[in-house]
């Protein structure tokens, strides 16, 4: 019988994939199996609302392990198999199939899942929610017959399906509820860029606005009731309500969950045998415990939950970032948002790039970017480092920020 430590890992999202690449390279001799129910080798999600709605990629284009997949670097791969139960007791994972897979130490990361509204049932025709690649290949093929396309909610997945409809032609709405597109992504000002793009771009936005009714039109299209924009019709509908964490595993099996399976700063449950990473999990951050739903996140809690489960001790304290890509806009954000910044301030990288910087004092906490790449990677440092600068030097587009760098922490 084989000694070597067994470790099973359930979702193969970025968080799953980075725990079983992290896991091999702690422990050479392990044996890992990495459990998803998709039916292909792990991908890449954020190229699902862009270039593959707009046909300039396929999802496997972008393996997340890379070329020659995960089993290039000797993790078995369990495909279309869902993982129902854990029996803690017998460390035993159970699937749907019936199957009891054993395990020493168990990973999961089970991500999120589109969070649906009533109105517009998932699975009904003409109407799409966009997590995984199989709907991102049906909205795709749906987006190519259709010409007038509503968005529902405007968070940053149904503003980049709304950004790719517009590259190929579609007339297209958006309707949200809050008052302003990207409430819980970006500050006002960001906001307003971004929503002007999207105008510029042809997009009908429509803020402070509630769906009250849905009804099919005899020849089949969408009639969409709202409270403040009259009737629209639409050949097709995407939703972007914002996802849950998919804890429901963990939360079947005992584990400690609260919007999320609670885990420490190395990424482990109640359980010693168990760890959680990724989209799926809630822990403390700086300001309290959190969530968070972006790749970068993902893919560096599961790189510690991997190290971990293979017997490391690494901690998790990567300061959390996203992107999203609409039009020409490639918009960032980096750090811990402040509910109450002491000091804001803007800098004018050039007429089309600028960032957002929000301070305690004279330490850095949180910055977003519109086309500032270079400058971001720069920021992330400083946030990391908790380097004192003065604000002031912040707003000034001449004053190098790698320069700052240098300063006193
Ligand atoms: C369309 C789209 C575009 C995005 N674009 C960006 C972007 O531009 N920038 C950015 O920062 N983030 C982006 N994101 C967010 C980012 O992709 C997610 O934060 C990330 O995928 C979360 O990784 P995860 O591994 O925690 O979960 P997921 O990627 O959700 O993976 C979880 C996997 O587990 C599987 N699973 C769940 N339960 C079980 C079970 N019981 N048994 C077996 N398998 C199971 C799921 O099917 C899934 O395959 C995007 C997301 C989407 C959907």
Request: proline content about 6%.
């Amino acid at each position: 019988m084989s000694l070597a430590r067994r470790i099973v890992i359930v979702g193969a999202g970025p968080a799953g994939v980075g725990a079983a690449l992290a896991a091999r390279q702690q422990d050479r001799a392990a044996d890992i199996l990495l459990v998803s129910d998709e039916r292909c080798e792990p991908y890449e999600k954020p190229p699902l609302s862009k270039a593959v709605l707009t046909g300039k990629a396929v999802p496997q284009d972008a393996p997340i392990a890379g070329p020659g997949g995960v089993a290039k670097h000797g993790i078995t791969l369990k495909l279309e198999a869902r993982c129902t139960g854990i029996d803690r007791a017998a460390r035993m994972v159970e699937t749907e199939a019936g199957e009891r897979i054993p395990y020493d130490v168990l990973v999961l990361a089970t991500g999120s899942i589109n969070r649906t509204l009533p109105l517009f049932p998932a699975r009904q025709p003409r109407i799409h929610y966009l997590r995984i690649e199989a709907e991102a290949l049906a909205l795709r093929e749906e987006l190519r017959k259709s010409r007038a396309l509503v968005v529902v909610g405007a968070g940053l997945i149904g503003l980049e399906v709304a950004s790719s409809a517009v590259e190929i032609g579609l007339k297209t709405r958006v309707i949200e509820i809050a008052p302003r597109i990207l409430a819980r992504v970006c500050d006002e000002e960001t906001s307003s860029f971004i929503a002007a793009r999207h105008r510029a771009a042809g997009v009908d936005i429509s803020v402070a606005t509630m769906v009250t009714g849905v009804r099919t039109l005899a020849d089949g299209r969408i009639a969409i009731e709202t409270d403040k924009a009259g009737t629209l019709s639409a050949d097709i509908v995407v939703v972007g309500a914002g996802v849950m964490p998919d804890d429901r595993l963990a939360k079947a099996s005992g584990l400690p969950v609260q919007d999320g399976i609670i885990v420490d700063e190395h990424c482990r449950t109640s359980d010693p045998a168990i760890l959680a990473a990724g989209d799926s999990t809630r822990f403390a951050g700086p300001h309290g415990p959190v969530r968070l739903e972006n790749w970068r996140h993902a893919q560096e809690h599961g790189a510690v939950a991997g190290r971990n489960a293979a017997g490391g001790n690494a901690v998790y304290n990567t300061a959390p970032s996203f992107w999203s890509e609409q039009y020409d806009l490639y918009i960032q954000g980096v750090g811990w948002p402040l509910a109450q910044p002491t000091v804001r301030v803007h800098r004018q990288v050039s007429p089309n790039a600028m960032l957002r910087f929000d301070l305690d004092g004279r330490v850095l906490r949180y910055a977003s970017g519109i086309n500032a790449q270079r400058e971001i990677a720069a920021v992330r440092r400083l946030i990391e480092r908790r380097i004192e600068i003065d604000p002031g030097d912040l707003a000034d587009p001449a004053k190098p920020l790698a320069a700052m760098l240098k300063a006193r922490a």
